[in-house]
DNA sequence: GGACTATAGACGTTTCAACAACTATTGTCT
DNA sequence: AGACAATAGTTGTTGAAACGTCTATAGTCC
């Protein structure tokens, strides 16, 4: 009698489900942004400061302030200042201090900025493709469906990342 | 005629469905490591750390390489040597090298790491709930289904982490 | 069995992230 | 208006991650 891998055996190495669940999330971010970090190496950027851009980008030509440039960002980032210093002096963003409140830095994307995004773009899809290219479009709604499930009540009610309730 | 969030609008702020399952994916383990991260800085560990000590746990009395250490946490982890430091200051772990290969580091858990891991237990657990408490059993199954899939085809073969076709 | 290669880890250095303490500016309250 | 509080960033410091290089040991192949 040689013991199969029977289902039940399946949940040993996880004391709970909620605790495989959250083991699984984490692994396959990890896989995943291996793929992603791969890309934006090559540019010396990370991924954190690409998400940036992109939100500047989305403001262009408008600014946006330091501090609320970092609480839109995906991963909370306590230290925008020496990031944007870091994109400062590369020219791929811009700031400045307006007279109507001497308090505010606003963030804006330089043309630098708007043209390594470009370049980026179509190799960045690919990423996004080889990341989850194998998965049905079908899968990939409930995938998406379930991550905000399990990460809404950790949402504030105004985030951009807080679903409502369906009902 | 006031503009209503349509269900065709829902896309808008990712270029791919493949890029919002993966924003989804980050945006959701850095939720929910915020939770887990809680808990550890009372204890002044890391997630990856509290890893380690685990799978020590399952070989103990045992040891285990520091590579394959290394090889078998979540995250990679590529700075073994420093980590084990700090976890042997702690008398949280032991060294050793042995006669038949002086090349290779046996680290086994220390009792202080297997009292720690213990007092630990119950809070992780908790923490755990606290994380996806509200998801259906149902529902976690199938997101680590889904997890899997979307990660396999990054995972080595052999790996823990991969799993095998069902067919 | 000596040269060559492979393996296992340690170490030096640079860069980043996190936390706290600090400065400058604006708003509020009496 | 002056004192106090709140806001928005900045800076210092410490610890950890990443990367490459270096050392010690073991296996292999004429």
Redesign the interface.
């Known amino acids: 009698m040689t013991a199969t891998r029977s289902s039940t055996v399946r949940h040993t190495r996880f004391?709970?489900?909620?605790?495989?669940?959250?083991?699984?999330?984490?692994?396959?971010?990890?896989?995943?942004?291996?793929?992603?970090d791969e890309l934006f190496v090559k540019y010396d950027l990370s991924?954190q400061q690409y998400n940036a851009l992109r939100l500047l980008e989305t403001v262009h030509p408008g600014t946006m302030p330091t501090l609320a440039l970092g609480q839109r960002l995906?991963?909370?980032a306590p230290d925008m200042t020496r990031m944007l210093d870091r994109l400062e002096e590369r020219s791929l963003v811009q700031r400045e201090r307006r007279p109507e409140n001497r308090r505010v830095v606003e963030v804006a994307i330089a043309p630098a900025g708007l043209q390594l995004l470009e370049e980026l773009?179509s190799q960045?899809?690919e990423g996004?493709?080889r990341?989850?290219?194998?998965?049905t479009?079908h899968?990939?709604?409930?995938?998406?469906e379930?991550?905000?499930?399990?990460?809404n009540?950790?949402?504030e009610e105004g985030s951009r990342?807080h679903s409502k309730e369906k009902s």
Chains 1, 2 share one sequence.
Do not use: C, F
Not at 139 to 144: D, M, Y
């Open positions: 004391d709970s489900l909620q605790q495989e669940a959250y083991l699984n999330l984490w692994r396959t971010y990890d896989r995943l942004k291996v793929v992603e991924a995906i991963s909370r773009s960045v899809r996004h493709k990341q989850l290219g194998h998965m479009a899968e990939l709604k409930q995938l998406i379930l991550l905000q499930a399990a990460r009540p950790h949402e990342w």
